[in-house]
C-alpha cells in the first residue's frame, strides 16, 4: 500500500508541476531578461571605468614615469644597513 500512495504522490507532484510551469517559464524568462541587461551594463560600466583610469595614467605619465626613474635609481644607489633576508625552504 505504501508503494502505491508514493506512485499517487509522485503523479500528484508531477500534474502540478504541468500545470504551474507556464508560469515557472515566465518568471525564468523574465529573470533571465534582467540579468542579460544588467550584465550588459555591468559590463559597459567596467570598461568605462577602464578607459577613464587608462586616459589618467597616459595623461599623467609625464609626471610619473620621470618619478618612478627617480626612485629606482635612488633605491640602487642607496646603501641599505640591513643584511638581506635569508631564504628559507
Not at 531578461?33 to 595614467?57: E, I, N, P, Q, Y
Amino acid at each position: 500500500m505504501k508503494t502505491f500512495l508514493k506512485i499517487i504522490l509522485v503523479v500528484a507532484l508531477i500534474l502540478v508541476a504541468i500545470k504551474v510551469s507556464p508560469v515557472l517559464f515566465a518568471a525564468a524568462f523574465v529573470g533571465l531578461v534582467a540579468a542579460a541587461v544588467l550584465g550588459a551594463v555591468g559590463v559597459s560600466l567596467a570598461a568605462g571605468l577602464v578607459a577613464v583610469l587608462l586616459a589618467f595614467a597616459v595623461a599623467l605619465s609625464p609626471i610619473w614615469i620621470p618619478v618612478l626613474c627617480v626612485i629606482g635609481i635612488v633605491s640602487l644607489c642607496r646603501k641599505t644597513d640591513r643584511p638581506p633576508p635569508a631564504l628559507t625552504a
